[in-house]
């Protein structure tokens, strides 16, 4: 485990929203899978100040949609994993939905999400705001990928943790 981590999160923390996303995923075929970084940047903090937002932003994506594929989301049976994905340095939340689901939910669907976990990020409360984005997620996932009959949990009910 990375030490900095239980500067945002207790491992109570932690626990309850590996919680979140077992019971979020009771009632939805999809995998919810949130995974928090400590930067998406590799470069000093001299550099990032002189970085536009929109360059930060774009970073951020790349960095989701690497941990998009390395968490092997797009492997499910019916494509309907989900990425939620945060940044701390860079104060940045990607959602990453796989075709199963952006085929018929558009990318703004999940700015509630993002702004749930933003809103715990800022008030101090991360572990809060993912949990409240958990939740929402699996709320959205049930109203249009219902559990199936047989359904299997096809990813580990983790949160994923990198530098």
């Known amino acids: 485990m990375h030490k900095w ?8 923390d ?3 929203i590996e919680e979140a996303i077992a019971k979020a995923e009771l009632t939805t075929s999809g995998e ?15 550099q990032r100040a002189y970085m536009s937002f929109q360059d930060l932003k774009h970073l951020v994506h790349q960095r989701a949609l690497i941990e998009f ?12 994993g989900i990425l939620i994905f945060i940044s701390l340095l860079e104060r940045e939340v990607v ?5 199963g689901i ?7 669907t999940w700015q509630e999400v993002v ?14 705001g993912l949990i409240k984005g958990i939740q929402r997620c699996g709320i959205i996932l ?5 559990i199936q009959p047989h359904d299997k949990n096809e990813l580990p009910n983790k949160l994923i943790i990198k530098n």
């Open 142 to 146: 049930s109203q249009h990928f219902p």
């Open 115 to 128: 702004d749930l976990i933003l809103l715990g990020m800022k008030a101090k409360k991360a572990a809060h």
């Open 102 to 108: 952006s085929e018929k939910l558009s990318q703004e």
């Open 5 to 12: 981590i239980h500067k945002i999160l207790s491992q109570e």
């Open 14 to 16: 932690i626990l309850a």
């Open 95 to 99: 959602v990453i939905a796989d075709k």
């Open 69 to 80: 594929y390395q968490s092997k989301i797009q492997q499910t049976k019916d494509h309907t």
């Open 32 to 46: 919810i899978v949130p995974v928090i970084v400590r930067r998406s940047s590799h470069g000093n903090f001299f």
